[in-house]
């Protein structure tokens, strides 16, 4: 089995206004290495399918799974632990912590997951790598939007995952500072690390070995 599998993967939200269905049995296969762009307008699914993907969202039905781990087969603190310790995900939102500084943000997400310690130094040498080292004692409202991104991705890889899951993370950026997003996890990925990445068509595409095209819930082109 490859190290990423959706097998007819389904999710309909239950609204007021009705079932919407947001993947309509999807399979997909991904092998760890590779770099892939999912893409398609908006509202066809491509978040709801990372967010399957990375064990945060339960399906309606089919399964997920990931370096032989079914994802929901697991109890929901299972699932945590196991994504602590394998998955990192960037939002296209950031979501930092706001009342924490840069380095907590980021040395904090190494302590959940159970038998990981909280690694302030790997923090902080990411940080570095990240350009990013007189940032470490500043809030996320002080910081621009490409330093919060930036250590947004430091907090995704702080715990060495598998796999990085990224969901428009360069949506928010100049030119400059989504090709230096794309670099890190261009770098993530050269060095063995898998990347899922939701892009708009934008040249950060460029940097995948694939791309996955998504549309009213169905994988078009893979
Ligand atoms: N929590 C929710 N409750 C109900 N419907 C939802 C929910 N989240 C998403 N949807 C609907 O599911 C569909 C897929 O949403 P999703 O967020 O996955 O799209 P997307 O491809 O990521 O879009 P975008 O490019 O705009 O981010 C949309 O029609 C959306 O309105
Ligand atoms: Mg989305």
């Not at 990423?4 to 049995?25: C, D, F, I, M, P």
């Not at 296969?29 to 509202?43: L, T, W």
């Not at 997920?64 to 998955?87: H, P």
């Not at 919060?148 to 907090?155: D, F, G, P, T, Y």
């Amino acid at each position: 089995m490859s190290f990423l599998n959706l097998h007819q993967l389904t999710k309909h939200y239950r609204t007021k206004g009705g079932n919407v269905e947001a993947l309509n049995s999807v399979d997909l296969s991904i092998d760890a290495g590779e770099f892939v762009a999912i893409q398609g307008p908006s509202g066809c699914g491509k978040t709801t399918l990372l967010l399957a993907l990375g064990g945060m969202l339960r399906p309606t039905s089919g399964s997920v799974t990931v370096d032989d781990t079914e994802l929901y087969r697991l109890s929901s603190r299972e699932r945590a632990a196991f994504r602590a310790n394998s998955i990192g995900f960037v939002f296209q939102m950031f979501h930092l912590v706001p009342y924490l500084s840069i380095l907590e943000n980021i040395w904090l997400g190494s302590g959940v997951g159970g038998n990981t310690k909280p690694d302030k130094e790997r923090a902080q040498t990411l940080l570095d790598q990240l350009g990013m080292a007189d940032r470490q004692h500043h809030l996320p409202s002080e910081l621009s939007a490409g330093e919060k991104q930036r250590a947004a991705v430091a907090r995704a890889m702080i715990n060495q995952p598998k796999v990085i899951l990224a969901d428009e993370p360069t949506g928010n950026l100049d030119p400059n500072n989504a090709s230096d997003v794309v670099r890190y996890l261009q770098e993530f990925n050269r060095d063995g690390g898998t990347v899922v990445m939701v892009t708009h068509g934008t040249n950060a595409d460029l940097a995948a070995n694939r791309v996955v095209q998504l549309e009213k819930g169905q994988i078009i082109s893979q």
